[in-house]
């Protein structure tokens, strides 16, 4: 008969767990009880180094996600006594996700998309639901045209949702996918202004329709985990303007 001890209690039997994910700020604990299993800001990973959990056979535990510091639980993990588990997660700074999963496309033509929206500019953003509207950018011709039929992309405020890109019409990287953020079901921007002091009348607002901004490379059969924030992009070549567009931060080399 084997016997584990945590320091504190005897028990029957073990399990491991496997931590792994991307703070984007702050740092956070995962805790046992009093024991800290794993800590850190930007990418945590205990994949290599999975913590030994002593656990009675049937019977389960908690390891709970804070910040350091503080006592507000973030989140937490049961864990069962069956098989080895794996815990992974995604902290922007305030909220945490702690089941964050990059699947295949059930097509395997298409290419998944996982996608969280955050605002840079809280002061104006209306806090609503906010549509990526899909454009194919042609990097040769220096051209952008609208998908059609067209491909909306609805992302709930605060929250993971995914969608299946379909194949572009040319090879990578002379194609590529770029996009604008509007307030979902809409064709006009998710912020409570579009003048000064939010865009300043030298730059006055003009809707970007695909052409600046970050894009997606596309890849049949791959999966993407992403972070979109809001930025203002100028033209400062006559007529000057300003417009929204999407900074992408790549996610998915943490949870691969």
């Known amino acids: 008969m084997s016997i584990y ?47 030994k959990i002593p656990i009675d056979k049937g019977t389960t535990r908690e390891v709970i996600i804070r910040k350091k510091g503080e006592t507000t639980n973030l989140a937490t993990k049961t864990i069962t006594s069956e098989s080895s588990q794996s815990l992974t997660f995604f902290f922007d700074g305030t909220n945490l996700v702690n089941n964050v999963q990059l699947e295949a496309p059930v097509n395997p033509a298409n290419m998944l998309i996982s996608a969280k929206f955050e605002t840079n500019f809280p002061a104006y ?76 009348a030298t730059f006055p607002f003009k809707q970007n329709e695909g052409q600046l901004g970050n894009t997606i490379a596309f890849e049949a059969g791959k999966s993407m985990l992403l972070l979109i924030k809001d930025a203002k992009s100028l033209k400062t070549t006559v007529p000057r303007a300003t417009s929204i567009t999407g900074v992408i931060t790549d996610l998915s080399q943490y949870f691969q």
């Open 5 to 51: 001890y945590d320091g504190t209690k005897l028990y029957d039997g073990f399990t491991t767990l496997s931590i792994k994910g991307y703070a984007l700020s702050g740092e956070l604990e995962f805790l046992l009880g009093e024991t800290i299993l794993a800590s850190g800001t930007g990418v945590i990973n205990t994949s290599n180094n999975p913590s």
């Open 125 to 200: 953003f209306k806090n609503v639901d906010v549509d990526i509207v899909f454009y194919i950018r042609n990097t040769t011709a220096g051209t952008n045209t609208k998908t059609n039929p067209e491909i909306r992309f609805t992302i709930p405020n605060g929250q993971f949702s995914k969608i299946e890109l379909p194949p572009l019409p040319g090879p990578s990287p002379e194609y590529v996918y770029s996009f604008d953020i509007y307030e979902k079901g809409t064709t006009t921007v998710a912020y409570t202004t579009t003048v000064a002091p939010f865009i300043l």
